[in-house]
């Protein structure tokens, strides 16, 4: 008993930090609402505004990520001038009212195809600046000792949020329709603005402030040069996202062309690989400090996992093979962005975690609507191969390069297998 007491306490130890749980708890909240809105859109794609048209759905998601292509680098810079907490506040007040402008152009019938396409970019405008100071912000509310544990535990708020979200959504439209899913969301972003204005702000931690100068960008680029193991991570990050982190997009086509399902089947499912998703995430909160062997281990294991669901024949053992896709999507996501964020210096890390969310954010643009198209033309099966086959080439590719130019070798040890990456200097494995 006294173990797992003692478990629970270092999974959840953030949590003791006034302003992190107000943030923890309100974002929860709004995490609910946005796993609500994404189901929502895409059924509205997929089912009411075309028929079953993966190429549209994927130009939702690319035209809702594509502004990470342009605008991250500059959130960076922001991120690391100015306020986080007030340029949060703004970010979110944003987001919620162009979902509840959505929403009511939803309700009133007037919605059209072209109008989701807009909503997307402009949405994605706003998440692009929100994503780097988002994630910064922990810094704040937590010491460098928490970082880890906290990054964890937002990925947990996330992703317990899409265990009920998604099956809300589902029994949400088949009830009341899909306008009251983006009503919904627009909602529960004031849960967040309330809970950044209620925060301690004499016990945030205080950041020194990147004065304004020319060329800070092109700083960033040249950090990361520099670091190897950052832009190893970047590489990987960027080919598994382009390719393999389409799971929403996946998960529609097969719950709607190859399963048949109704909406609230379709949220179940997206549900089934939250499941995953949580596990991951709190196993992460339990880490100290990653390390660059477990990103390429889980990105082997996010290879096999999509494969397997490739293959599954029902919908209930695709849902079931979903949980480890999940668990390893969570585990590599998470992994990464402790990494980046425990390696690089204060004064860098709001423009090289901007920098990291353009090459997450970035390659779904590209990824999204290729997927989509080959699981129109080809099947979603096939898409999600390729996704399974892009994470082995990456991974490979890094134990390549960590051979050949640090001199590590690779192995995988136990049952359940894990990789072990050590060298001629290494007492430890990496």
């Not at 998601?61 to 342009?70: K, R, Y």
Request: some cysteine; hydrophobic content about 55%; aromatic content about 10%.
């Amino acid at each position: 008993m006294a173990r797992l007491h003692s478990a629970i306490a270092q999974t959840f130890a953030s949590l003791r930090f006034f302003n992190y749980r107000m943030w923890f708890f309100t974002a929860l909240v709004s995490n609910v609402g946005a796993w609500i809105q994404r189901v929502g859109q895409d059924w509205l794609v997929l089912k009411e505004l075309t028929h079953n048209s993966g190429l549209a759905a994927g130009i939702v998601t690319a035209l809702q990520f594509t502004p990470a292509l342009v605008l991250s680098a500059w959130a960076g810079v922001l991120a690391d001038r100015l306020p986080r907490r007030k340029l949060l506040i703004a970010t979110q007040a944003s987001q919620g009212v162009l979902a509840l402008g959505l929403g009511v152009l939803v309700l009133s019938g007037h919605v059209r195809l072209w109008h989701v396409y807009v909503f997307a970019l402009l949405l994605g405008c706003a998440t692009a600046i929100d994503a780097p100071v988002r994630q910064t912000f922990v810094t704040e509310m937590v010491p460098q000792t928490s970082l880890s544990n906290a990054i964890g535990l937002n990925s947990a708020s996330f992703n317990s949020s899409r265990l009920i979200g998604p099956a809300l959504a589902g029994f949400l439209i088949q009830a009341f329709g899909t306008g009251w899913a983006f009503i919904i969301n627009g909602v529960t972003f004031a849960a967040t603005i309330i809970g950044l204005m209620c925060m301690r702000q004499v016990e945030l931690r205080i950041v020194q402030r990147v004065a304004k100068e020319k060329g800070q960008i092109r700083q960033a680029v040249q950090y990361i040069r520099h670091r190897p193991e950052i832009w190893l991570i970047l590489v990987i990050i960027g080919v598994i996202s382009c390719l393999g982190f389409n799971s929403q997009l996946t998960i529609g086509m097969m719950a709607t062309q190859v399963f048949n399902r109704q909406a609230g089947q379709f949220g179940l499912l997206s549900s089934m690989f939250g499941i995953g998703a949580l596990v991951g995430a709190l196993l992460a909160a339990r880490r100290t400090r990653p390390r660059l062997r477990l990103i390429i281990g889980a990105s082997l294991g996010f290879a096999l996992a999509s494969a397997v669901s490739a293959v599954m024949p029902t919908y209930v053992t695709f849902g079931l093979a979903g949980i480890f896709v999940g668990l390893c999507t969570l585990t590599v996501m998470t992994a990464a962005n402790s990494t980046i964020q425990l390696a690089t210096e204060p004064s860098m890390r709001g423009r090289v975690v901007a920098l990291y969310m353009l090459v997450f954010q970035g390659a779904t643009p590209i990824g999204s609507p290729l997927i989509g198209w080959i699981s129109q033309a080809w099947g979603t099966r096939l898409a999600i191969g390729i996704g399974a086959l892009s994470a082995v080439a990456v991974a490979a590719f890094a134990l390549m390069w960590l051979r050949r130019n640090w001199h590590l070798s690779a192995h995988l040890v136990g049952f359940p297998p894990h990789l072990v990456v050590s060298g001629p200097h290494d007492q430890h494995p990496r």
